[in-house]
């Protein structure tokens, strides 16, 4: 219980004292566009009702799982064959350096040219920029298994679907999940970003409604929403990520334990 409540109190002290920071900065401002805080949370229950929610915040969630979903997909497919084969490895190497130096919000016009201005090419802009760490990770956590554990496999054998399950995967799974934590933040910029281009809903749209109707304390409480749902996404990540990945952080646990 002591160990529970010591690391609640890490997980919310930094977080408390910068409200406590930004109401006490901000308590006599008189700049329209940085309204006080007290001001901003009296605002929030007034703008952000059952009906916005159900409105704006739920098709951006479903567009970032769309977009996310998609990447991850594409993302451990392509990961995983690249990875490999050196030769495959090879030829995508140049190809796939430059398309990752590529900014996924300098595609959002392109992607309206072939998607249209639909939720399809917001879904697209979100994969477009959430497949790179994916994949990257996954072809770097693929070529990084156990050369004796592949050996092994190989006596015994294992190949196929029946290599790929039981030791590539899992082997290559910490990088894996590695690379999938950095795509969700990318994935709740791109959905801001793809939602300011033709959106008639959505949180991007939302707060730039706000400001262009200089709704600046309502624009603060669309600030707040997003930051509020990038917390419970990486919250739930973290609870998919610790069950997936139970045997991992055991192993790491036992060595930390040994002499």
């Given amino acids: 219980m002591r160990r529970v409540l010591l690391r609640l109190f890490f997980v919310l002290a930094l977080p408390a004292l910068l409200v406590a920071v930004w109401w006490l900065a901000s308590d006599d401002s008189t700049d329209v566009f940085w309204p006080p805080l007290r001001t901003i949370m ?45 030769r495959v490895r090879a030829v995508c190497e140049p190809v796939l350096e430059f398309l990752r130096a590529v900014p996924p919000p300098v595609l959002v016009p392109v992607i309206m040219l072939f998607a249209g201005i639909d939720d399809t090419m917001k879904v697209t802009v979100i994969a477009s920029g959430c497949v790179w760490p994916i994949l990257l990770n996954t072809v770097e956590g693929v070529r990084a298994v156990d050369s004796v554990m592949a050996e092994t496999a190989r006596s015994y054998g294992i190949k196929g679907p029946a290599r790929l399950t039981r030791l590539v995967l899992p082997s290559a ?10 795509a969700l933040s990318i994935g709740i910029i791109l959905m801001v970003i793809s939602e300011m281009f033709a959106a008639s809903n959505g949180l991007g749209f939302t707060v730039v409604q706000f ?25 739930v990540f973290q609870l998919v990520e610790r069950r997936a990945l139970a045997w991992y952080h055991g192993l790491r646990a036992s060595a930390r334990r040994s002499p």
């Fill in 211 to 235: 400001q262009r109707s200089f709704a600046i304390p309502d624009m603060w409480t669309g600030i707040l929403v997003l930051g509020l749902l990038g917390f419970l996404l990486s919250v």
């Fill in 42 to 86: 009296r605002t929030f229950p007034d703008v952000w009702t059952g009906e916005r929610l159900q409105d704006d915040v739920l098709p951006s969630v479903l567009r970032l799982t769309g977009g996310y979903a998609l990447a991850a997909v594409v993302g451990v497919a392509a990961g995983t064959v690249i990875g490999s084969y050196r």
């Fill in 173 to 182: 799974s910490p990088q894996i999940f590695a690379g999938l934590r950095q």
